[in-house]
C-alpha cells in the first residue's frame, strides 16, 4: 500500500521559514520522481516544485523559484520542501505526490498523494 506522510506545516509570520516533509512507504521511492503541490482556499490545487528520482532534476513554479528549494533523500523515503522568505500568500494545504511512473522527467501524472499540511503565513 502506497503511503505519503506530510509534516512540518503551521503558523509563521511573513519572511519567516518552514520546511516540509513526505515520508514514502509502499514502492521504491528512489525509481520515482516526486512533487508539490499546494491548494489555497476557494483555490484549484497548483503544482509547486517537482524533483527527479535520482535529485539530479528539479522545476519550480514561477511563484516560488528563488524562494524554495525541493530535495530528496532516497536512503530515508523522504522528499522535502524548503520554504524561505514566505509570503501571505504562500498560505495553502501542502501535498506531496508521486509521479504515476517509473523514472520518468519530468513527470507527466501523479497517481498517489498524500493528505497534506497546513501552512499559514501571517502578515
Known amino acids: 500500500q502506497v503511503q505519503l506522510v506530510e509534516s512540518g506545516g503551521g503558523l509563521v509570520q511573513a519572511g519567516g521559514s518552514l520546511r516540509l516533509s513526505c515520508a514514502a512507504s509502499g514502492r521504491t521511492f528512489s525509481s520515482y520522481s516526486m512533487g508539490w503541490f499546494r491548494q489555497a482556499p476557494g483555490k484549484e490545487r497548483e503544482f509547486v516544485a517537482a524533483i527527479s528520482w535520482s535529485g539530479s532534476s528539479a522545476m519550480y513554479a514561477d511563484s516560488v523559484k528563488e524562494r524554495f528549494t525541493i530535495s530528496r533523500d532516497n536512503a530515508r523515503n523522504t522528499v522535502y520542501l524548503q520554504m524561505n522568505s514566505l509570503k501571505p500568500e504562500d498560505t495553502a494545504v501542502y501535498y506531496c505526490?508521486?509521479?504515476?511512473?517509473?523514472?520518468?522527467?519530468?513527470?507527466?501524472?501523479?497517481?498517489?498523494w498524500g493528505q497534506g499540511t497546513q501552512v499559514t503565513v501571517s502578515s
Open positions: 505526490a508521486f509521479d504515476t511512473f517509473r523514472s520518468v522527467w519530468p513527470p507527466g501524472s501523479y497517481g498517489y
